[in-house]
């Protein structure tokens, strides 16, 4: 999906918002890529309000071990790792699954199904680890078996 200076407009971005996005991308940019912008920023505010207005994809981020980073992860789809996912912020617009446990920083939140009906929550707004993760603030809880 391509975000443009007026689709943010048409949306009611703020005007720093716009300012900022015009100054880094120009007149336009792909979801993901103004999300991995927003990430190393740890702009959870922003994130959170595009995948709002944007929604979720069917994309899939899928990792083979761990995902560890110290910024942000913000995703348009779903996050898979065979390992651990850690992060100060960690948003996705689908679900989130790690076999080794998911970890916001301290007093950072796990953000999953951002833009999902309440009745479809319980199926796609998905944290799915072994343990339950602190600072969950958004989704389902789901032990991996």
Do not use: H
Request: glycine fraction near 12%.
């Amino acid at each position: 999906m391509l975000i443009t200076l007026d689709w943010l407009r048409e949306k009611g971005a703020c005007a720093d918002a716009v300012k900022r996005f015009e100054e880094t991308f120009g007149q336009d940019a792909e979801y993901q890529d103004v999300l991995d912008a927003l990430a190393k920023e740890n702009n959870a505010a922003w994130a959170y309000w595009l995948i709002q207005e944007a929604g979720r994809t069917n994309a899939v981020l899928e990792v083979d071990g761990d995902l560890v980073v110290e910024a942000s992860i913000f995703f348009s789809g779903f996050i898979k790792a065979t390992g651990r996912i850690a992060a100060k912020y960690l948003m996705a617009g689908g679900g989130i699954k790690a076999g080794g446990g998911i970890k916001a920083g301290r007093d950072y939140g796990i953000y999953a199904g951002l833009r999902i009906r309440i009745s479809l929550k319980s199926k796609y707004a998905l944290i799915i680890a072994k343990a339950l993760p602190k600072n969950i603030v958004l989704g389902e809880f789901k032990e991996r078996t």
